[in-house]
């Protein structure tokens, strides 16, 4: 069963910088891409940042060159650099995973398992 865990969420004022964290655990098989989503309440959820097999990123239009996706595949670890952050960054943060052939994992329903999420909270 493959399971993923979050960390490194926190409250930081605008300008400031977080790295969010996502362990994953129980792969047999490297997944087609993973990414990190966002929350906040009364919305949908949206992609933020993603990153394939090949190494390859994108970002939400809203994120670029401020939020910088990576990951150790050794380690099994997901990153999430994050800085200049504005209040509106403010979000539940999920990390994501998807199987399935061509998905970007930019959409909600290209996702098979998702972490419990972790809160970042920027200030003004």
């Known amino acids: 069963q493959v399971q993923l865990v979050e960390s490194g969420g926190g409250s930081v004022q605008a300008g400031g910088s977080l790295r969010l964290l996502c362990g994953a655990f129980g792969y047999t098989y490297s997944s087609n891409c993973m990414g990190w989503f966002r929350q906040t309440p009364g919305k949908e959820r949206e992609g933020v940042a993603a990153i394939d097999s090949t190494g390859s990123t994108s970002y939400g239009d809203s994120v670029k060159g401020r939020l910088t996706i990576s990951q150790d595949n050794a380690k099994n670890i997901l990153y999430l650099q994050m800085n200049s952050l504005k209040p509106e960054d403010t979000a539940m943060y999920y990390c994501?995973?998807?199987?399935?052939?061509?998905?970007?994992?930019?959409?909600?329903?290209?996702?098979?398992?998702w972490g419990q999420g972790t809160q970042v909270t920027v200030s003004s």
């Open positions: 994501a995973a998807s199987f399935m052939y061509g998905a970007s994992c930019h959409s909600v329903r290209e996702i098979h398992y």
